[in-house]
Protein backbone atom coordinates (compact mmCIF):
# COMPACT_ATOMS: atom_id res chain seq x y z
CA UNK A 1 0.00 0.00 0.00
CA UNK A 2 1.44 3.13 -1.39
CA UNK A 3 -0.19 5.70 1.59
CA UNK A 4 -2.27 8.58 0.99
CA UNK A 5 -2.52 10.67 -1.92
CA UNK A 6 -3.41 14.59 -2.51
CA UNK A 7 -3.65 16.25 -5.16
CA UNK A 8 -3.98 19.99 -4.65
CA UNK A 9 -4.84 21.53 -7.92
CA UNK A 10 -7.43 24.43 -9.56
CA UNK A 11 -9.86 23.45 -12.17
CA UNK A 12 -9.02 24.89 -15.42
CA UNK A 13 -4.73 24.33 -14.88
CA UNK A 14 -3.30 22.45 -17.74
CA UNK A 15 -0.66 21.32 -15.59
CA UNK A 16 -2.71 20.31 -12.90
CA UNK A 17 -4.74 18.08 -15.74
CA UNK A 18 -1.76 16.59 -16.86
CA UNK A 19 -1.30 14.90 -13.08
CA UNK A 20 -4.89 14.12 -12.93
CA UNK A 21 -4.19 11.89 -16.05
CA UNK A 22 -1.16 10.39 -14.52
CA UNK A 23 -2.80 9.11 -11.97
CA UNK A 24 -6.27 7.85 -13.58
CA UNK A 25 -4.01 6.00 -16.06
CA UNK A 26 -2.16 4.20 -12.92
CA UNK A 27 -5.85 4.15 -11.70
CA UNK A 28 -4.59 5.49 -8.24
CA UNK A 29 -7.07 6.78 -5.42
CA UNK A 30 -6.30 9.81 -4.54
CA UNK A 31 -8.20 12.97 -2.95
CA UNK A 32 -8.67 16.35 -5.04
CA UNK A 33 -8.53 19.41 -3.24
CA UNK A 34 -9.42 22.66 -6.00
CA UNK A 35 -7.68 25.58 -4.68
CA UNK A 36 -8.78 29.14 -4.61
CA UNK A 37 -5.91 30.84 -6.14
CA UNK A 38 -6.80 34.46 -5.17
CA UNK A 39 -6.68 33.36 -1.95
CA UNK A 40 -3.95 30.60 -1.25
CA UNK A 41 -4.70 28.19 1.46
CA UNK A 42 -2.48 27.67 4.55
CA UNK A 43 -1.61 23.94 3.09
CA UNK A 44 -0.18 25.63 -0.85
CA UNK A 45 1.71 28.27 0.63
CA UNK A 46 3.25 25.41 3.26
CA UNK A 47 3.78 22.79 0.53
CA UNK A 48 4.94 24.72 -2.05
CA UNK A 49 7.07 27.71 -0.44
CA UNK A 50 8.67 28.30 -3.32
CA UNK A 51 6.05 28.93 -6.23
CA UNK A 52 3.22 28.92 -4.14
CA UNK A 53 1.40 27.24 -7.19
CA UNK A 54 -0.72 24.11 -7.69
CA UNK A 55 -0.79 21.56 -8.76
CA UNK A 56 0.93 19.90 -5.80
CA UNK A 57 0.92 16.12 -5.14
CA UNK A 58 1.22 15.09 -1.53
CA UNK A 59 2.41 11.42 -1.07
CA UNK A 60 2.67 10.41 2.16
CA UNK A 61 2.65 13.78 3.72
CA UNK A 62 5.22 14.89 1.64
CA UNK A 63 4.88 17.54 -1.22
CA UNK A 64 5.71 17.06 -4.99
CA UNK A 65 5.79 20.30 -6.91
CA UNK A 66 5.95 21.11 -11.17
CA UNK A 67 3.93 18.74 -13.13
CA UNK A 68 6.45 16.83 -15.02
CA UNK A 69 8.37 15.95 -12.23
CA UNK A 70 5.09 14.78 -10.53
CA UNK A 71 4.14 12.61 -13.73
CA UNK A 72 7.40 10.89 -13.30
CA UNK A 73 7.37 10.43 -9.88
CA UNK A 74 3.88 8.65 -10.26
CA UNK A 75 5.61 6.83 -13.80
CA UNK A 76 8.15 5.53 -11.31
CA UNK A 77 6.86 4.49 -8.08
CA UNK A 78 3.48 3.13 -9.72
CA UNK A 79 6.06 1.65 -12.05
CA UNK A 80 3.93 -1.47 -12.48
CA UNK A 81 0.68 -0.14 -14.55
CA UNK A 82 0.69 1.70 -18.02
CA UNK A 83 3.82 2.85 -18.01
CA UNK A 84 4.60 6.52 -19.49
CA UNK A 85 8.25 6.60 -20.19
CA UNK A 86 9.59 3.86 -22.26
CA UNK A 87 12.60 2.06 -21.17
CA UNK A 88 14.98 2.37 -23.35
CA UNK A 89 17.19 5.71 -22.32
CA UNK A 90 17.65 7.15 -26.00
CA UNK A 91 13.58 7.28 -26.37
CA UNK A 92 13.54 8.50 -22.82
CA UNK A 93 15.38 11.34 -24.24
CA UNK A 94 13.55 12.29 -26.71
CA UNK A 95 10.36 12.15 -24.86
CA UNK A 96 12.16 14.36 -22.22
CA UNK A 97 13.16 16.68 -25.09
CA UNK A 98 9.65 17.10 -26.47
CA UNK A 99 7.88 17.48 -23.35
CA UNK A 100 10.23 20.40 -22.21
CA UNK A 101 9.39 21.69 -25.69
CA UNK A 102 5.89 22.03 -24.80
CA UNK A 103 6.71 23.46 -21.56
CA UNK A 104 8.79 25.80 -22.91
CA UNK A 105 6.97 27.01 -25.80
CA UNK A 106 3.14 26.42 -24.93
CA UNK A 107 1.57 28.11 -22.17
CA UNK A 108 3.45 30.94 -23.16
CA UNK A 109 2.30 31.41 -26.85
CA UNK A 110 -1.09 29.90 -25.79
CA UNK A 111 -1.45 32.86 -23.51
CA UNK A 112 -0.36 35.64 -25.63
CA UNK A 113 -3.17 34.53 -28.14
CA UNK A 114 -6.28 35.44 -25.53
CA UNK A 115 -4.04 38.79 -23.49
CA UNK A 116 -3.07 40.50 -26.75
CA UNK A 117 -5.00 42.05 -29.80
CA UNK A 118 -3.80 43.62 -33.12
CA UNK A 119 -0.11 42.74 -34.36
CA UNK A 120 1.13 40.70 -31.24
CA UNK A 121 -1.77 38.74 -31.45
CA UNK A 122 -0.80 37.42 -34.63
CA UNK A 123 2.58 37.59 -34.19
CA UNK A 124 1.13 35.27 -30.88
CA UNK A 125 -0.95 32.91 -33.05
CA UNK A 126 1.42 32.44 -35.44
CA UNK A 127 3.70 31.08 -33.15
CA UNK A 128 1.44 29.37 -31.84
CA UNK A 129 0.85 27.50 -35.00
CA UNK A 130 4.34 27.06 -35.66
CA UNK A 131 4.56 25.17 -32.79
CA UNK A 132 2.36 22.95 -33.05
CA UNK A 133 3.07 22.26 -36.57
CA UNK A 134 6.28 20.91 -34.65
CA UNK A 135 4.83 18.78 -32.33
CA UNK A 136 2.91 17.02 -35.59
CA UNK A 137 6.36 16.21 -37.27
CA UNK A 138 7.37 15.16 -34.40
CA UNK A 139 4.23 12.83 -33.97
CA UNK A 140 4.80 11.85 -37.74
CA UNK A 141 2.51 8.62 -38.64
CA UNK A 142 2.54 7.30 -34.82
CA UNK A 143 -0.53 7.24 -33.22
CA UNK A 144 0.50 8.87 -30.49
CA UNK A 145 3.63 10.45 -29.72
CA UNK A 146 4.88 7.82 -26.96
CA UNK A 147 4.62 5.40 -30.53
CA UNK A 148 1.86 2.14 -30.10
CA UNK A 149 0.95 3.30 -26.86
CA UNK A 150 -0.01 6.76 -24.95
CA UNK A 151 3.05 7.79 -23.20
CA UNK A 152 5.06 11.02 -21.64
CA UNK A 153 4.39 13.76 -24.08
CA UNK A 154 1.09 12.75 -24.87
CA UNK A 155 0.19 13.28 -21.03
CA UNK A 156 1.96 16.75 -21.66
CA UNK A 157 0.47 18.14 -24.74
CA UNK A 158 -3.18 16.97 -24.23
CA UNK A 159 -4.47 19.20 -21.66
CA UNK A 160 -4.15 22.27 -23.72
CA UNK A 161 -6.45 20.89 -26.03
CA UNK A 162 -9.18 22.11 -23.45
CA UNK A 163 -7.59 25.95 -23.91
CA UNK A 164 -8.06 25.47 -27.81
CA UNK A 165 -11.78 26.70 -28.38
CA UNK A 166 -10.77 29.90 -25.73
CA UNK A 167 -7.80 30.40 -28.23
CA UNK A 168 -9.89 30.43 -31.13
CA UNK A 169 -12.62 32.54 -29.96
CA UNK A 170 -10.23 35.18 -28.70
CA UNK A 171 -7.57 34.98 -31.66
CA UNK A 172 -10.21 34.25 -34.47
CA UNK A 173 -8.48 31.23 -35.76
CA UNK A 174 -9.12 27.60 -36.65
CA UNK A 175 -6.65 25.42 -34.95
CA UNK A 176 -8.53 22.11 -36.60
CA UNK A 177 -7.81 23.67 -40.37
CA UNK A 178 -4.05 24.57 -39.51
CA UNK A 179 -3.43 21.15 -37.73
CA UNK A 180 -5.60 18.71 -38.97
CA UNK A 181 -3.10 15.78 -37.64
CA UNK A 182 -3.08 16.96 -34.03
CA UNK A 183 -7.01 17.62 -33.74
CA UNK A 184 -6.90 13.51 -35.15
CA UNK A 185 -4.67 12.75 -32.57
CA UNK A 186 -6.51 14.77 -29.96
CA UNK A 187 -9.56 12.57 -30.46
CA UNK A 188 -7.96 9.68 -29.97
CA UNK A 189 -6.81 10.67 -26.78
CA UNK A 190 -9.68 12.04 -25.72
CA UNK A 191 -11.43 8.28 -26.52
CA UNK A 192 -9.33 7.12 -23.27
CA UNK A 193 -10.95 7.78 -19.89
CA UNK A 194 -8.14 8.99 -18.13
CA UNK A 195 -8.26 11.93 -20.69
CA UNK A 196 -11.69 12.49 -21.01
CA UNK A 197 -12.71 12.99 -17.72
CA UNK A 198 -9.58 15.01 -16.65
CA UNK A 199 -9.57 17.86 -19.55
CA UNK A 200 -12.12 20.55 -18.08
CA UNK A 201 -15.00 21.31 -20.65
CA UNK A 202 -13.50 24.05 -23.28
CA UNK A 203 -16.48 26.00 -23.02
CA UNK A 204 -16.28 26.40 -19.09
CA UNK A 205 -12.54 27.24 -19.87
CA UNK A 206 -13.40 30.32 -22.28
CA UNK A 207 -16.05 31.63 -19.66
CA UNK A 208 -13.03 31.44 -17.91
CA UNK A 209 -10.82 33.31 -19.85
CA UNK A 210 -13.08 36.11 -20.84
CA UNK A 211 -13.76 36.56 -17.18
CA UNK A 212 -9.73 37.08 -16.49
CA UNK A 213 -10.00 39.11 -19.94
CA UNK A 214 -12.19 41.48 -17.79
CA UNK A 215 -10.30 41.10 -14.51
CA UNK A 216 -6.78 41.80 -16.30
CA UNK A 217 -8.52 45.13 -18.10
CA UNK A 218 -8.06 43.00 -21.81
CA UNK A 219 -10.46 44.07 -24.50
CA UNK B 1 35.72 7.12 -34.14
CA UNK B 2 34.43 8.38 -31.40
CA UNK B 3 31.05 7.16 -29.85
CA UNK B 4 30.67 9.83 -27.67
CA UNK B 5 30.79 13.39 -29.40
CA UNK B 6 30.01 16.92 -27.92
CA UNK B 7 28.89 19.86 -29.48
CA UNK B 8 29.51 22.83 -27.20
CA UNK B 9 31.35 26.21 -27.00
CA UNK B 10 34.30 26.72 -24.22
CA UNK B 11 32.55 29.56 -22.28
CA UNK B 12 28.60 28.45 -21.83
CA UNK B 13 27.87 26.88 -18.67
CA UNK B 14 25.14 24.59 -20.38
CA UNK B 15 28.00 23.31 -22.43
CA UNK B 16 30.12 22.70 -19.51
CA UNK B 17 27.51 20.90 -17.49
CA UNK B 18 27.96 18.29 -19.95
CA UNK B 19 31.79 18.11 -19.86
CA UNK B 20 31.70 17.66 -16.07
CA UNK B 21 28.93 14.64 -15.92
CA UNK B 22 30.94 13.07 -18.68
CA UNK B 23 34.17 13.57 -16.55
CA UNK B 24 33.11 12.52 -13.28
CA UNK B 25 31.50 9.25 -14.78
CA UNK B 26 34.49 8.84 -16.66
CA UNK B 27 33.28 8.74 -20.04
CA UNK B 28 35.22 9.44 -23.38
CA UNK B 29 33.80 11.83 -25.85
CA UNK B 30 35.23 14.20 -28.76
CA UNK B 31 34.62 17.96 -28.02
CA UNK B 32 34.03 20.01 -31.01
CA UNK B 33 33.85 23.87 -30.54
CA UNK B 34 30.89 25.67 -32.21
CA UNK B 35 31.07 28.59 -34.09
CA UNK B 36 27.91 30.01 -32.88
CA UNK B 37 28.09 32.79 -35.37
CA UNK B 38 28.53 30.63 -37.64
CA UNK B 39 26.63 27.38 -37.09
CA UNK B 40 28.19 24.47 -38.36
CA UNK B 41 25.78 22.12 -40.97
CA UNK B 42 26.56 19.03 -38.11
CA UNK B 43 24.87 21.38 -35.43
CA UNK B 44 21.71 22.47 -38.03
CA UNK B 45 21.09 18.49 -38.64
CA UNK B 46 21.40 17.24 -34.92
CA UNK B 47 19.71 20.25 -33.59
CA UNK B 48 16.97 21.18 -36.32
CA UNK B 49 14.34 22.40 -33.55
CA UNK B 50 16.31 24.91 -31.40
CA UNK B 51 20.19 25.11 -33.31
CA UNK B 52 21.85 25.36 -29.88
CA UNK B 53 24.49 23.99 -28.26
CA UNK B 54 24.92 21.69 -26.05
CA UNK B 55 24.51 18.58 -28.20
CA UNK B 56 25.51 14.93 -27.56
CA UNK B 57 26.23 12.46 -30.25
CA UNK B 58 25.68 8.74 -29.19
CA UNK B 59 26.27 6.29 -32.37
CA UNK B 60 25.60 8.99 -34.25
CA UNK B 61 22.18 9.92 -32.34
CA UNK B 62 21.77 13.09 -30.75
CA UNK B 63 20.16 14.45 -27.48
CA UNK B 64 19.55 18.23 -27.36
CA UNK B 65 19.33 20.58 -24.12
CA UNK B 66 21.53 20.41 -21.46
CA UNK B 67 19.66 18.80 -18.55
CA UNK B 68 17.63 16.15 -21.20
CA UNK B 69 21.70 15.18 -21.60
CA UNK B 70 22.28 15.11 -18.65
CA UNK B 71 19.76 13.11 -18.17
CA UNK B 72 20.57 10.26 -20.41
CA UNK B 73 23.65 10.42 -19.54
CA UNK B 74 22.71 9.27 -16.20
CA UNK B 75 21.03 6.85 -17.39
CA UNK B 76 23.05 4.97 -19.70
CA UNK B 77 26.23 5.54 -17.65
CA UNK B 78 25.19 4.84 -13.95
CA UNK B 79 27.72 4.32 -12.70
CA UNK B 80 28.56 7.35 -9.85
CA UNK B 81 24.96 8.76 -10.02
CA UNK B 82 24.54 12.19 -10.12
CA UNK B 83 20.48 11.83 -9.17
CA UNK B 84 19.24 10.16 -5.96
CA UNK B 85 18.03 6.71 -6.51
CA UNK B 86 14.95 7.19 -3.97
CA UNK B 87 11.97 8.13 -5.41
CA UNK B 88 10.91 11.22 -3.54
CA UNK B 89 14.48 12.39 -2.57
CA UNK B 90 15.01 12.47 -7.09
CA UNK B 91 11.77 13.78 -7.47
CA UNK B 92 13.05 17.19 -4.98
CA UNK B 93 16.33 17.12 -7.20
CA UNK B 94 14.20 17.17 -9.90
CA UNK B 95 12.64 20.08 -9.03
CA UNK B 96 15.59 22.44 -8.35
CA UNK B 97 16.72 21.56 -11.69
CA UNK B 98 13.79 22.49 -13.15
CA UNK B 99 14.33 26.01 -10.80
CA UNK B 100 17.59 26.34 -11.99
CA UNK B 101 16.65 25.66 -15.82
CA UNK B 102 14.13 28.41 -15.34
CA UNK B 103 16.37 31.40 -13.50
CA UNK B 104 19.31 30.66 -15.44
CA UNK B 105 18.33 32.53 -18.47
CA UNK B 106 17.54 35.53 -16.58
CA UNK B 107 20.82 36.04 -14.94
CA UNK B 108 22.72 36.96 -17.63
CA UNK B 109 20.78 40.12 -17.89
CA UNK B 110 23.05 41.63 -15.63
CA UNK B 111 25.70 42.09 -18.50
CA UNK B 112 23.13 42.84 -21.00
CA UNK B 113 21.20 45.37 -19.67
CA UNK B 114 21.71 48.92 -18.36
CA UNK B 115 19.63 51.90 -16.12
CA UNK B 116 16.13 50.46 -14.96
CA UNK B 117 16.25 46.95 -16.93
CA UNK B 118 19.96 46.60 -15.12
CA UNK B 119 18.10 47.35 -12.15
CA UNK B 120 15.02 44.62 -12.54
CA UNK B 121 17.99 42.34 -13.79
CA UNK B 122 19.62 42.69 -10.33
CA UNK B 123 16.16 42.42 -8.13
CA UNK B 124 15.30 39.38 -10.56
CA UNK B 125 19.00 37.93 -9.21
CA UNK B 126 18.89 38.52 -5.64
CA UNK B 127 15.25 36.85 -5.73
CA UNK B 128 16.82 33.57 -7.03
CA UNK B 129 19.89 33.84 -4.54
CA UNK B 130 17.39 34.24 -1.77
CA UNK B 131 14.79 31.43 -2.62
CA UNK B 132 17.93 28.66 -2.96
CA UNK B 133 19.68 30.38 0.15
CA UNK B 134 16.41 30.20 2.35
CA UNK B 135 14.95 26.73 0.56
CA UNK B 136 17.44 24.73 -1.42
CA UNK B 137 20.32 24.66 0.57
CA UNK B 138 20.42 22.55 4.34
CA UNK B 139 22.67 23.90 6.62
CA UNK B 140 25.75 21.79 7.06
CA UNK B 141 25.52 19.91 3.45
CA UNK B 142 28.43 20.19 1.79
CA UNK B 143 26.17 20.36 -1.56
CA UNK B 144 22.50 20.36 -2.38
CA UNK B 145 22.64 16.56 -2.06
CA UNK B 146 25.01 16.10 0.56
CA UNK B 147 28.51 14.92 0.94
CA UNK B 148 28.99 14.73 -3.18
CA UNK B 149 28.20 16.76 -5.87
CA UNK B 150 24.81 15.85 -7.78
CA UNK B 151 22.93 17.22 -11.07
CA UNK B 152 20.99 20.15 -9.14
CA UNK B 153 24.66 21.68 -8.39
CA UNK B 154 26.14 21.11 -11.88
CA UNK B 155 22.61 23.21 -12.39
CA UNK B 156 23.50 25.86 -10.41
CA UNK B 157 26.66 26.42 -12.10
CA UNK B 158 25.80 30.01 -13.00
CA UNK B 159 25.64 31.12 -10.08
CA UNK B 160 28.81 29.62 -8.39
CA UNK B 161 30.93 30.49 -11.46
CA UNK B 162 29.58 32.98 -14.37
CA UNK B 163 27.56 35.34 -11.93
CA UNK B 164 30.79 36.58 -10.79
CA UNK B 165 31.71 37.52 -14.17
CA UNK B 166 28.44 38.96 -14.82
CA UNK B 167 28.87 40.94 -11.56
CA UNK B 168 31.89 42.10 -12.90
CA UNK B 169 31.13 43.79 -16.19
CA UNK B 170 27.79 45.38 -14.92
CA UNK B 171 29.78 46.68 -11.93
CA UNK B 172 27.53 45.94 -9.41
CA UNK B 173 27.49 42.73 -6.58
CA UNK B 174 24.34 40.84 -6.28
CA UNK B 175 25.81 37.24 -4.78
CA UNK B 176 26.74 38.96 -1.35
CA UNK B 177 28.72 36.34 0.65
CA UNK B 178 27.45 37.71 3.97
CA UNK B 179 23.49 37.76 2.78
CA UNK B 180 24.11 34.88 1.59
CA UNK B 181 26.52 32.41 3.91
CA UNK B 182 25.26 28.74 3.16
CA UNK B 183 24.87 29.96 -0.75
CA UNK B 184 28.51 31.09 -0.73
CA UNK B 185 30.08 27.92 1.38
CA UNK B 186 28.26 25.78 -1.11
CA UNK B 187 29.78 27.66 -4.27
CA UNK B 188 33.33 27.28 -2.53
CA UNK B 189 32.86 24.01 -2.31
CA UNK B 190 31.53 23.05 -5.87
CA UNK B 191 34.19 24.83 -7.38
CA UNK B 192 36.80 22.74 -4.97
CA UNK B 193 35.31 19.83 -6.68
CA UNK B 194 38.49 18.37 -9.09
CA UNK B 195 36.54 17.91 -12.25
CA UNK B 196 34.85 21.03 -11.58
CA UNK B 197 38.03 23.18 -10.54
CA UNK B 198 39.81 21.70 -14.12
CA UNK B 199 37.45 22.24 -16.33
CA UNK B 200 35.98 25.82 -15.72
CA UNK B 201 36.81 28.01 -18.20
CA UNK B 202 38.75 30.94 -17.44
CA UNK B 203 36.86 34.09 -15.47
CA UNK B 204 38.70 36.47 -16.97
CA UNK B 205 38.50 35.01 -20.72
CA UNK B 206 34.66 35.25 -20.21
CA UNK B 207 34.69 38.25 -18.95
CA UNK B 208 36.61 39.54 -22.00
CA UNK B 209 34.31 37.91 -24.33
CA UNK B 210 30.84 39.41 -22.52
CA UNK B 211 32.67 42.92 -21.97
CA UNK B 212 32.90 42.83 -26.20
CA UNK B 213 29.37 41.37 -26.52
CA UNK B 214 27.51 44.23 -23.90
CA UNK B 215 29.49 46.68 -26.05
CA UNK B 216 28.36 45.50 -29.22
CA UNK B 217 24.76 45.23 -27.70
CA UNK B 218 23.91 48.67 -25.91
CA UNK B 219 26.03 50.43 -28.76
CA UNK B 220 23.80 53.51 -30.23
CA UNK B 221 22.16 52.07 -33.63
CA UNK B 222 22.68 54.02 -36.96
CA UNK B 223 19.18 55.53 -37.33
Known sequence: MEGGVVLLDFWASMFGMRVRIALAEKEIKYEYREQDLRNKSDLLLQMNPVHKKIPVLIHNGKPICESLVQVQYIDEVWHDKAPLLPADPYKRATARFWADFVDKKMYDSGSKIWKTKGEEQEAAKKEFIENLKLLEGELGDNLYFGGEGFGYVDVALVPFYCWFYAYEQCGGFSIEAECPKLIAWVKRCMQKESVAKSLADPEKVYEFVLHLKKAYGIE | ?223
Open chain 2, 1 to 223: MAVVKLLGTWLSPYSCKVIWALKLKGIPYEYIEEDLSNKSPMLLQYNPVHKKIPVLVHDGKPICESTVILRYIEETWPQNPLLPIDPYERAVALFWIKYADDKNPLIPKLYRTTGEELEQAAKECSEILETIEEHGLIEGKKFFGGDEINMVDISFCLVAHWLGVFEEIAGLKVFEPHKFPKLNSWAQNFKSVPVIKENLPDADKIFAVLKHRRETLLAPKPN
